[in-house]
């Protein structure tokens, strides 16, 4: 609100229909623009390229908010970033240790609900640091015995 009240163009690095975006975005429509993704940052508009801040979705893996800001910054200049860390530290240490564990791990398991961005974003920051496998499981019921079959050395 503060950065609408200063007449700033928001651009707000996260994913549409998420309900952190939408709520957001809600605050102040006239001046929040969402930006999905680093593909996005060509279809972004500003009418000050002198008064542009950008914000993410706090459950947004840090290196892929980074990404897209890097690729606005390219753009704009002047973009302004957040007075403060916008990423929730206990999602970034979460994927600070995935990313530590996943290169050396057969078999990764999220214990998570499956409409949690955090929950599925850290099956993918698992799969994406080399874990060999990665699951998101809400309860013990949804265990498949053949992810551990695959994660076994053979004889």
């Known amino acids: 609100m503060r950065f609408a009240r200063q007449d700033y163009d928001i651009l707000l690095v996260g994913h549409e229909g998420h309900e952190e975006v939408e709520g957001t975005a809600g605050e102040a429509p006239d001046h929040v623009q969402i930006v999905n993704s680093p593909d996005d940052v060509h279809k972004v508009t500003v009418r000050d ?51 530590k564990i996943a290169p050396d791990a057969d078999l ?8 949690s961005s955090n929950s599925v974003r850290l099956m993918e920051v698992a799969k994406d640091a080399g874990a060999k496998a990665s699951h998101r499981i809400d309860s013990i019921h949804e265990l498949r015995e053949e992810w551990f079959e695959a994660s076994r050395p053979s004889a």
């Open 108 to 115: 990764v398991l999220v214990v998570g609900s499956p409409n």
């Open 49 to 99: 390229p002198e008064k542009v801040v950008w914000l993410s979705q706090t459950t947004l893996s840090v290196d892929e908010t980074m990404e897209t800001v890097d690729k606005l910054r390219e753009r704009f200049p002047t973009l302004q970033s957040p007075p403060s860390d916008d990423i929730c530290y206990a999602t970034q240490n979460r994927q600070v240790a995935i990313k």
